[in-house]
């Protein structure tokens, strides 16, 4: 009987742990898409374009995974940093343009966007973004080898601008 009490309140002590998230840095802006809540101190052109690209990323992890994963219950945090020195300031790991990161503020998916996002950025952001995916969704641990091919699979997805195109071979050679 004790045990039983007990899993119940490490499980909410759990889920309000994951609820929490660093505070956004003063002049960032917080949207709401589908799947994500976005904080960015971008304009409101690049936040328009994070939310389209998000929720379709979001959906083509999921479409892609579905025979293994779970589905996407609360929106999850990402944060877009115009500067740097503001994305280590909330904890990014040095030398990093973007990271998903599980600590004690909580979890949370975040990237350098610079002056204004390129094809870099999104590369960075759809490969730390399924780690962030496959954290929330996919039940049961991934072996960190399928965990990072996975990731750079989808980190070298086309966005069309209403979709993804995956499974592209990157013609750089790399």
């Not at 374009?49 to 479409?63: F, P």
């Not at 940093?81 to 990014?92: I, L, P």
């Amino acid at each position: 009987m004790k045990r039983t009490c007990f899993i119940p309140l490490v499980l909410l002590l759990s889920l309000a742990g994951a609820a929490k998230s660093p505070p956004a840095k003063s002049g960032m802006a917080t949207y709401e898409s589908r799947y994500y809540t976005i904080h960015t101190d971008l304009g409101p052109a690049d936040e328009k374009e994070a939310e389209i690209r998000m929720t379709k990323m979001a959906e083509e992890y999921h479409a892609r995974t579905v025979a293994f994963s779970g589905q996407v219950t609360q929106r999850l945090p990402f944060y877009l940093f115009r500067n740097a020195d503001d994305y280590y300031a909330a904890g990014a790991p040095a030398g990093s343009a973007g990271a998903f990161i599980v600590d004690a503020s909580g979890e949370r998916l975040m990237a350098i966007a610079g002056e204004q996002t390129d094809a870099q950025t999104w590369h960075v952001v759809q490969h730390e973004g399924f780690h962030q995916f496959a954290h929330a969704v996919i039940h049961g641990d991934l072996p960190m080898w399928v965990n990072e091919g996975i990731a750079e699979y989808f980190g070298e997805g086309l966005f069309t601008g209403d979709n993804f195109i995956t499974g592209l071979v990157p013609q750089n050679g790399g």
